[in-house]
Every structure is written in C-alpha cells, then in structure tokens.
C-alpha cells in the first residue's frame, strides 16, 4: 500500500522495472478512486530525469500532485502500465491523504543487494 499527499510530489519507490527496463520508454499510471470510480492518468516518461530514476533494485517516479488533480481523498485502485504496448506492471492500493504532511511511518530500504523487499516501521 501507498500513500499519497494531495498538493505535494510524491516519489513512489517501487520495482517495476527490474525485467523490463530496457524496454519500455514510458509508464503509464492510472488511479481509479474505489468508491466513485473517477480514473485518472499520468504518464512518465523514463528519459526524463525529473520523472524517473532507476538503480538496479528499483525505480523511482516522481508525481507532483496538485490539488485539483485527484478529487477524492481515500483509496485508489493504482495500475501502471509499461509504454509502448500497455503491458501491466504494476497493481496495488494508494491511499491519498489531505494537503497536512502526516508522517505515518517510516521507510526503510535493506542496503542488500539481493533483497526488493521494503519495511514499513510505525512511528
């Protein structure tokens, strides 16, 4: 699970492209709100580095939310989809919170090599 803050750039950590990185040029994230089904999209483009940030474990997206892009807050349904082709990467739960930073935990990435696991430790 994700969260999200409304009006902020979020960076999403995630590891969508450990067997595809060479072969996709872009990304494409589609939020679709649980309750009211409002979908939105984002694309991502890999060559931008303002965007997307790769190292051998895991990639990083970064997504500057305004405030008006997501109108509701509470759980989206997050697919991402690999350019060209629309192959599905990536699916999971984002929770999107209000403009207030609200730290609910703290993530840890293991400095091992091997391990894409992530740690989500409650403040």
């Known amino acids: 699970m994700l969260y999200l803050q409304k009006g ?12 595809s990185r060479d072969t996709f040029t872009g990304y494409t ?11 939105k999209s984002y694309n991502i483009n890999t060559a931008n580095p303002a965007e997307f940030a790769k190292n051998i474990r895991y990639c990083e997206i970064e997504l500057p939310l305004n405030v008006s892009d997501l109108n509701y807050l509470g759980e989206y349904q997050l697919n991402i989809y690999g350019k060209p082709g629309n192959t599905l990467v990536y699916t999971g739960i984002v929770i999107l919170e209000g403009t207030v930073e609200q730290p609910f935990f703290t993530q840890y990435i293991s400095p091992n090599e091997t391990n894409e696991n992530y740690i989500y430790i409650q403040d």
């Not at 750039?9 to 590891?15: A, E, R, S, V």
């Not at 994230?29 to 979908?39: G, N």
């Open 29 to 39: 994230l589609t939020f679709t709100h649980i309750m009211s089904k409002e979908v």
């Open 8 to 19: 902020q750039n979020n960076t999403l950590t995630l590891n969508i492209n450990n067997n």
